[in-house]
Each structure stands twice: as structure tokens, then as C-alpha cells.
């Protein structure tokens, strides 16, 4: 029998101590659907909804024991020749990409993936630390406001700090010297940052030195950055006469501490640009990108791959020296870190980093509107985010030979006439539709165009691959 092309899927939930609690997280909130027997907890945190064929979590065919990626390693042509050939590890059914929803009630460590290179030698040398050989690029679409520490600022303003904040003179002074000397600023006299526009990247030398500096943040020893946090919280605690850049960073400073008291990782906000990201706004993290995701909810995807080198505001392991010698240094202002979304169809936007494992579209439809997606090379999940609808497939122009696009099953005999006159064979049958709603999760096959129609106002998301 041929398998269908669109189907639901049972995804797992993960529920971390950084997750929101009972139903204020959207994962839980989803999970209830596409979970099999979950029921959120009002005590407990949910974190991460986990979609896709990842070992540690992986989805099955709604109503089944069946894996996703076994079903997917029978039958080949739902992921495509294309992706086929382009990821090895695809033939045995598993995806190059993990999708997920985060709900993020506290920060998460302060950490940075691996590139592929860096990915096989932890494996090789820790694997029951690092559990796979692969790298993690990573790209997040905000649901909710969502607050992010994002690659380091710019290296002006981390002067700024090291000569203004008193709690960081801990940071040997020849560092802040050299720094200051590399920017051609002098060091009796605070940088006025706002004059300073280039989104020139650092030199090598200037890379140097903020490795340098960030190692002395984040290897001092205890007795040293904790008394530093500890005053620092005192200061801003009294807020008396802080300086409109300490000042917008009080807030922050204060939650980091209640959530991880005298943590290293406090210091950060120092160090690393704070963004506030709106719904609909992404950030692409490439490899060897520092950043801690801070609060609110969003939709992740990511090659498929659980390595994260950690060093700050978490209880799991800290491996330091792996992340000090991986980061890029690549420090520049925050709104370098953010993907814009393209137009893909009428109702739908593109968000495609510039990386080959993944691509995500979301969909965001009224009450009975429609939306149609040409066919991508490779599969697809998709996860309902809010409202209700209909998926279905849809004859291509292309295939069908006629110039507008029709519905499957309202044209049926058109398939045998096709198939007769020795035309390209049809993707689609006549049953293949689903009926969706908020936390549905949903396999589409490669090559398989559809149609998008909302009942009450629907938003999706679809990510893909294409090689
Ligand atoms: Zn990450």
C-alpha cells in the first residue's frame, strides 16, 4: 500500500526546571494534542515539545507505536531523492532537522554549539557528555515577546562597562587597556558609545583580546565573582544615581540573580547583547555564537543534534575551556543576530537561514481564508500554533498539465486521464486532507503541493528541508 503523504504525528515533552508552569507554557499547551495520555500539571514546568526523529525524543504516526523515522526508512520517497543524497543519515529515516516549541519561564545557560568539526572530536572524546557527532545551528521565531542574549556586543560598550562598572574590576586592568587601545579610546574617560556606528567585525587582534576577557569573566573563581555579583545586586537594589546604560540593564541584572543567585552568568548582561524580540521576529544562531535564551515562548529548529557546551546560569555541566577556545568573537550589535522573513506564498513568510538543514514557513490565516504552497523538494512537519483548518493536497498546474491549480478528489478521473497519457506521475490522492487544530502536528511528504484552509483564524508552522 502506498504510504500516505500527509499525515499527523505523536511528539514528546520535555519538562526541564527552566520550562513555564502548567498551562502557561504553549508546549504544554499544544502537548496536550499531539502528546499521547499528557495532561499538563499546574506544579510542574514544561520546556520543549520535541518534533522529528531524534533519538531522545522521537515522534511516531498518531494512533501507532510506529516511528516516525522507521516509516520514513521504508518508504523513502516522503523525504526525496534530493535530501536523500544530500544527508546520509536521512536513509535510515532521520531528519536533517529538529523542530521545536520552547516556552522559556527561566533564562537558559549561557552556551554555544559546536561546528561540525568541533561536534566529532567532543563526541569522540566525551560522547557521555556530547551525544552526537553532528552541529546545531539554530534559529528561533518568537510567539510571545521573547528576550535573548544574543553574541557579544559591540566592543565599545564592553569597554564602557569594564571602566564604569565598579563590580568588574576583578578583570585584570592590562585587558581593558589593551582593548581600549585597540579601539583607539582612551581609557580616562568613559567611551561615549553612541557616537561609535561601525559594524566594522573585530580584527584578529581584537578577537584575541575579548576571548581573553571573556575567559577572566568566566574561569574567575568563586570567591571572586560571586562577592562582585553579590555588590552589584546591593547597588542596584538601592538604585541610586546609576548611569542610563547600568540603568537599563538593572531589570535584568535582579532577575538573573533571583533565578541563579551569585552566578557567574549574571555578569553577562556586560558582555553579551540583550534583545527583545517581537512576534514574528527570528535570530539565527550560527556555530560558536554565544547566547541564553531568557524568557518567553518561540518555535525552534535546529539540525538535528542535542550539543550544547554550557558555562554560566545553569545547575548541568560547565565546560569552560571548550567554550572559551570555540566562540567566533565575532561581537557586533544584536539586530546583526535577526533573520527577516520573505514572502513564500499569499499568506505565508519564509524564514531561510543561510544553512542547508532547514528552512521554516509560517502560516498565518483569518477565518476561511486559503493559502496554498507550491510543492517543496523534502519533507516537512508542521505544528498548528492557534485556530483551526484543513490541509490538503492539491493537483500542481505543473503535473496536471492545466493552468490552475485544483483540488484533489473534486477531480478525480482527471488522475487516470493523466496517468493514461503517460504524464508525471500525481502526488495526492483523493482522501489526502487533515483536519487541524492547536497542537496538531503534521508530516507532508516531499513533493507534495497543498492547501491551506483556516476555519477560525489559524497560525502554523512548517519546517522543511530542501537540499
Ligand atoms: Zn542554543
Redesign the pocket.
Known sequence: MEPKLIFKLNVGIQSYAWGKKGRSSLAAQLGEKSVVGFESDEEKTYAELWMGTHPTLPSTLTGTSTLLSDHLEKHPELIGHKVLSAFPESKKGSLPFLFKVLSIGTA?SI???PDKELAKRLFDERPDVYKDNNH?P?MAIALTPFLAFLNFLPLPQILLHLLTVPELSFIPFPLTNSLAASLSIPTTLPPDTSSFTSTDAPTEEQRQILKDIFEAFMSAPESVYQPAVRSLVERYKKNESLTPNEESLRELTLMLDEQYPGDVGVLCVFLLNVVELQVGQAAF?GANMP?A?ISGDIIECMATSDN?VRAGLTPKLRDVPTLVSMLTYDAGPGSKQLLRPVKFSTNSELYDPPIDEFSVVRVSLGSAEIDEHKAVEGPSVVVVTSGSGKIKCVESSESSGEKDTLVKGEISQLKEVATSEGKTERRGRVEEEVLVEKGDVVFIACGTEIRWTAEEDLEAFRAFVEA
Open positions: 537558559l552556551q554555544a554549539h546545531k539554530e544562531l547566547h535564551y550544547v
